[in-house]
């Protein structure tokens, strides 16, 4: 099993930007799809994006189209999530999780434990 650990969190004003690193141990971490889920207070955990396995495909919420990119690095078992433009509604705990494919990243069994992102003035 992959073990996930999710940094580049914290607190930016609106029209900001982070990059969250979501760091893998495991041999097999390469052959997985990668996905960043996120969870605002009283809300249920939604889709971001996600990118297959080489890198080749990816994914996005329509609500970050445009502003935010996901991008791998396999050698340093580490995938990216470039947040610009950042909007207060952004605020939530973000996650990345693998799955074996980008149409399977829904039911994906291995999770971080989470990085808070808050955007506020």
């Known amino acids: 099993q992959v073990q996930l650990v999710e940094s580049g969190g914290g607190l930016v004003q609106p029209g900001g930007s982070l990059r969250l690193s979501c760091a893998a141990s495991g041999r097999t971490f390469s052959t997985y799809a990668t996905g960043w889920f996120r969870q605002a207070p009283g809300k249920d955990r939604e889709f971001v994006a996600a990118i297959s396995w080489g890198g080749a495909s990816t994914d996005y919420a329509d609500s970050v189209k445009g502003r935010f990119t996901i991008s791998r690095d396999n050698i340093k078992n580490t995938v990216h999530l470039q947040m610009n433009s950042l909007k207060p509604e952004d605020t939530a705990v973000y996650y990345c999780?693998?799955?074996?494919?980008?149409?399977?990243?829904?039911?994906?069994?291995?999770w971080g434990q989470g990085t808070q992102v808050t955007v506020s003035s």
């Open positions: 999780a693998t799955a074996r494919t980008i149409a399977n990243i829904h039911s994906a069994d291995s």
